[in-house]
Each structure stands twice: as C-alpha cells, then as structure tokens.
C-alpha cells in the first residue's frame, strides 16, 4: 500500500514525503476557493487517505515510566529526546506546534523511527550515498550551532552601539528632497541653468526640457532620498546642496543634471535605530565570519583541483 505522509501542512508550506501516512486531520476541507475540479481531486485525495487510514494499525499504549513517551522496537524516546527534537524542528522551519499539532508530530516521529529501524535492518545505513548524505546532513547540524555560538553570539548589538555609530555617522543620516532637470546635451544643459539663474521656473523648464519620463511632469520632483539610493555624482552634488540652493549641470551615466534642493533634514536615532542595529550586526557578522574562516583556513590545510574550481 502507497501511503504519503504528510507533516505540518497546517502551518508549513513544506511538506515532509516519507512513505506513510499517518493521519488526515492535517488535511482541511477548505475548498470553497477552489475550481470544482480542484474540489474534487481533494475530495479524492482525502477519501483515499481516509480508506488508508482505516487499515493503518493504531499505536498500543501502556504504564511506563515518567520521562518516557514512548517505544519504538529497541528505541526509547524520552521526553529530553523529544524536546530536543521537537525545538529544533520548530527553529529550522519557524512554527509552533498547538496541542493537535504535537499529537500528530509525535505519529510522524515515530513512524518515521519505524521506518528508519527497518532501514537499517535492511543495510540501508551502509550505502554509500546515503553515508554521504548522512555526512552532510551532520554537518550542517554541528556547523549551524558552531555559528550560533562562535559568530552570531560574538556579533551582538546593543542600542548603545547602534547610538555610538549614529552620533559618529551623523551625515549619513540625512535625508534630501528635491527636483532636477535631466538634459543629455551639456550645451542644452548649460542654456538651461542659466535660464533658471535668471529667474525662469523650474518647474516649467522640467516639464519643457527634462528627460526624464518619469518626473517630467511633475516639474523634476524626485521626493525625499536618503544617501545610497542616486548614482555617486548626484547623490554628492544633492547632499552637499543646502535647502534652496541650486547645483549647476552634474554628469552622471544619464546625462546633465541641473538639481534643486527642496528640503533637507536630519533622520533622528529613533527613526533610524532599528536600520542602524541591523546594519552593523550584519557587518560584524561579515567581518567575525570572515575571521573565524581565515582562522580555521589556517588551521586545515585545504587544497582544491585547479581542475573542477575556477578562481
């Protein structure tokens, strides 16, 4: 008998395809949204599991001790086994299992040693590919707890750190509003500069002149922007611009620009706090991460086939 079990498609969009099916009040009559075809290949599907379910054999119970949960063959799950089990199962996929839930969590488990104990006894365990998978899947495991501790615990941020890097980044944290006139020709750029030196609109020789398709039309205004967002030149010529002032044409990749300070204004460390602890965590995180691996670089000697991997 085919049987597919499926885990935590309550509250997963991964779903766990071992072999068996345990139960089908993980699958939820809600098919109202649904084509009426769609409706009725759930309806199948459930149906069928359901018959499935009639010949799957229940599990016995009996009196054993207290930090036991439960038997399996030669296997004792205790309760230390099963909050270990249970916790990482819940970090690496971020759920939380309700009463229901962990009912059918503990059938998964279970039959899932079921069918690992048949494995073995059958000399699965001693294929090659699946030592190999076995290898890497340890290995994710006892490197993912090494970061945890050696790199993501050693790369804290504070909200004093996060204040430390506001107060020394001050101008960083600066936000600009303003209009500009993009122009492909310097000539036609510099006739257009001094037009509005003259006392001509701005406004009105966007609209007439930039192109710029999107601003256009509303006489050049590009909104409010903080550094990183424009090209090097103009972000340089806009932030060093006072509110109202006016830069003369700046080449970038687009073009000339003529651009128009309309505002400018000092980001608080409140409104930025959050950015700033995430951005410096990020880079301690980069920097202790690339440390450690020089450290263990050094530490096993590590040579690749100049063959299989390019530089």
């Given amino acids: 008998m085919k049987i597919v079990f499926k885990v935590f498609s309550l509250f997963l969009t991964i779903v766990f395809i071992i072999g068996c099916e345990t139960t089908t009040t993980l699958i939820k009559e809600e098919t109202t949204q649904l084509p009426d075809e769609k409706q009725t290949e759930v309806k199948e599907q459930q149906q069928e599991i359901a018959e499935q379910d009639k010949e799957t054999p229940k599990f016995s119970t009996a009196k054993m001790e207290k930090d036991v949960i439960a038997v399996i063959g030669k296997y004792t799950l205790t309760k230390e086994k099963y909050r270990i089990i249970k916790e990482y199962m819940q970090e690496k996929y971020d759920v939380k299992l309700d009463a229901e839930q962990e009912q059918e969590f503990l059938e998964y488990l279970i039959n899932r040693k079921l069918m690992a104990l048949e494995a073995r006894e059958k000399g699965y365990a001693e294929k090659t590919d699946v030592k190999m998978k076995y290898e890497w899947d340890f ?65 009105d020789l966007a609209k007439k002149y930039s192109e ?23 972000e340089d010529a806009a932030f060093a611009l006072g509110k109202d002032q006016l830069s003369e044409p700046i080449k970038t990749i687009y073009g000339y620009h003529i651009i128009k300070v309309l505002d400018k204004r000092q980001i608080s460390f409140e409104e930025s706090k959050d950015k700033i602890i995430n951005m410096v965590q990020n880079k301690k995180l980069k920097n202790k991460f690339d440390s450690v691996l020089n450290e263990l670089k050094s530490k096993y000697k590590v040579l690749i086939n100049e063959d299989v991997y390019k530089k």
Avoid: C, P, W
């Fill in 139 to 203: 290995d994710d495991i006892v490197s993912h707890d090494f970061y945890k501790d050696n790199i993501e615990a050693k790369s804290k941020v504070t909200a004093s750190d996060a204040r430390d890097y506001y107060n020394k980044n001050k101008s960083d944290f600066v936000e600009v509003k303003a209009q500009h006139i993009l122009i492909k020709n310097k000539d036609l750029a510099k006739s257009i500069y001094k037009k509005i030196i003259g006392g001509e609109s701005f406004d």
């Fill in 212 to 234: 710029d398709e999107v601003t256009k039309s509303s006489g050049g205004n590009l909104g409010y922007f903080t550094k990183g967002m424009m090209v090097k030149e103009f």
